[in-house]
């Protein structure tokens, strides 16, 4: 019984001392942010890997969710005779909660990923103490740039998922299964709000793309300089972004969807 | 060269992710309502709204021309007090005008119609509507028939 709670105290505190790191860590990029502009050619080549390259998994997989989107919709929807109303139920559903979560998700295991394991690989290799010697800061060579790129990214990917969902939705919807094409788009204008719906979902994606980065460069920075250490990084960057994120989507609709 | 394609498939992706929010904005979502903004206000008293909700449309022979921006409980009059936000262009109601509580369908939402009277004031900001008619409510209504099967 006292070995459980020693346990659980020590786990506590560990997972207290990781979050107080990360917390200093974050503060320190933040501040290091002026780089973002300064080497803008840095940022650019971030934007690049982080951003462009998530595009193309982006966009197919939001054009098969709004595909899948459309079609279990109109099943649905088609037993009650409402048919008509499936373009709101694809928007809804895309623009408030699958945009921003499943691109948030796939950005983790895209970009997330891709950043933990190029950071851990500089710290095992110890280019990152090599900059110090130089008197280059590592924060605005390294963090600052993936950070800004991440946080940038994010909410771009997830609009343009929500777009191209829509686009499939209303190819399965109108194209297949033969709803009205003016009804769809009427009938979405009719139930998506601008402020309540896009923006409320902006925002999540926002709050998504700051968690996401930081949790991936932070795994990074605070990996065991090993290969072995860098693997668990990796694998953790994406767990722990995965239920981050999952975790604030539940609050954000709770706080934003009254 | 290097430089260069980065920086033109980098400006491409923010310009793809803008024009997605545009097409969320003006497909997908209602923001050409947010472009008429000027709107007055009317106050219509109910002694029941039934399921009536804030942004409910408000309607003149089924042309929407507003929305419910508030509903709140008068606890002077005991009723429930609807106030409507309706679009400036339509400006021409009679003051005698009527407020009904109907629904759209069987099952659709409910909206307010309005009937215009034959008063020459129009109304105005601040106004208030003086004939109202109540939503339907299932419940009393099949509590009534009821009522008078029993009394048979």
Redesign the interface.
């Known amino acids: 019984m006292i070995e459980f709670l020693a346990n659980l105290g020590r786990s506590g505190l560990h997972w207290l001392s990781v979050l107080g790191r990360a917390s200093m860590f974050l503060f320190r990029v933040l501040r290091a942010q002026d780089a973002v502009v300064r080497r803008y ?1 840095l940022t ?2 971030e ?2 890997s982080v ?2 390259r998530s ?1 193309l998994i982006i966009a197919v997989s939001g054009l098969f969710v709004g595909m899948v989107l459309g079609y279990q919709g109109y099943i649905t929807l088609v037993k009650f005779g409402a048919a008509e109303a499936l373009g709101g139920a694809v ?1 809804l559903s895309l ?1 408030r909660e699958l945009g921003p979560v499943v691109t948030a998700l796939l950005f983790a295991g895209r970009a997330g990923s891709a950043l933990t394991a190029e950071i851990g690989l500089m710290k095992t290799t110890e280019q990152l103490s090599a900059m110090e010697m130089m008197a280059v800061d590592p924060y605005r060579r390294v963090f600052a740039p993936r950070f800004f790129a991440g946080f ?2 994010m ?3 997830a ?2 998922f ?3 969902g ?1 686009m499939g939705g209303y190819i399965v919807g109108v194209g297949l299964l033969g709803v009205d094409s003016g009804s769809y ?1 009427s009938q ?3 139930v ?4 309540e ?2 923006v409320s979902g ?1 925002i999540k994606s926002i709050v998504f793309g700051f968690v996401v980065t930081w949790i991936a460069i932070f795994q990074g920075f605070d990996a065991e300089p090993t290969s072995e250490g860098i693997s668990r990084a990796t694998t953790q960057t994406v767990v722990i972004s995965a239920l981050a994120v999952l975790g604030l989507d539940f609050i954000l609709t709770g706080l934003m969807f009254t | 060269m290097k ?1 260069r394609y ?2 033109v ?2 400006g ?3 310009l ?6 545009f ?3 003006i ?6 309502e ?1 472009r008429d903004r000027d709107t007055y206000e009317v106050i219509a008293y109910f002694d029941h709204i039934g399921g009536l909700k804030v ?1 409910a449309p408000v309607t003149v022979s089924g042309v929407r021309i507003g929305r419910v921006s508030r509903i709140a409980y008068d606890p002077e009059r005991f009723q429930a007090r609807v106030t409507l936000a309706i679009q400036s262009g339509t400006d021409f109601l009679p003051a005698d005008t009527q407020a009904s509580i109907f629904t759209a369908g069987l099952l659709g939402e409910q909206y307010i119609a309005l009937e215009p009277g034959g008063d020459f004031e129009s109304l105005a900001q601040g106004d208030e509507i003086l004939f109202t008619q109540s939503a339907l409510v299932l419940e009393n209504m099949i509590g009534r028939v009821l009522t008078n099967f029993s009394s048979d």
């Not at chain 1, 998506?192 to 402020?195: A, E, P, Q």
């Not at chain 2, 793809?16 to 929010?21: E, K």
């Open positions: 050619r650019l080549a934007l690049y951003g462009v595009l928007a623009v940038l990214s909410p771009l990917l609009a343009i929500s777009a191209v829509v788009f979405m204008q009719a998506t709000d601008w402020r719906d896009v902006v | 430089l980065l920086e498939s980098v491409l992706f923010v793809l992710g803008i024009a997605a929010l097409y969320l904005a497909q997908v979502s209602n923001i050409a947010y942004r």
